[in-house]
């Protein structure tokens, strides 16, 4: 996609916890991030390759493909804002 940095959320079908991590990212969009999700079993090939054994694991990469942030679990709303506000993807929360 023609964003600078990309935000992958690898899920799985029965994962409860991927459904707040969702919402969590969905209120996080921006045109500098895109957001994609890597769901088990239909990604299955993803999550072998990149070794994924749990969900929800949130990564972020910038477009040369290195991730600069990740979380295993469900991130805290500030963890997440504070991550892109740090990296200039989304402005800095007000005081």
Do not use: M
Not at 35 to 58: C, G, M, W
Not at 86 to 91: N, T
């Amino acid at each position: 996609p023609e964003t600078d940095w990309i935000l992958v959320l690898f899920s799985s079908d029965s994962c409860e916890s991927c459904d707040k991590v969702r919402q969590l990212l969905k209120a996080q969009e921006t045109r500098l991030l895109h957001i994609q999700e890597v769901t088990f079993p239909k990604d299955n090939f993803l999550h072998q390759r990149y070794a994924i054994v749990s969900v929800p694991i949130v990564l972020l990469a910038g477009v040369d493909g290195v991730v600069v942030w990740s979380f295993a679990g469900t991130p805290h709303e500030n963890l997440l804002s504070d991550a892109l506000s740090a990296l200039e993807i989304i402005p800095p929360k007000n005081p």
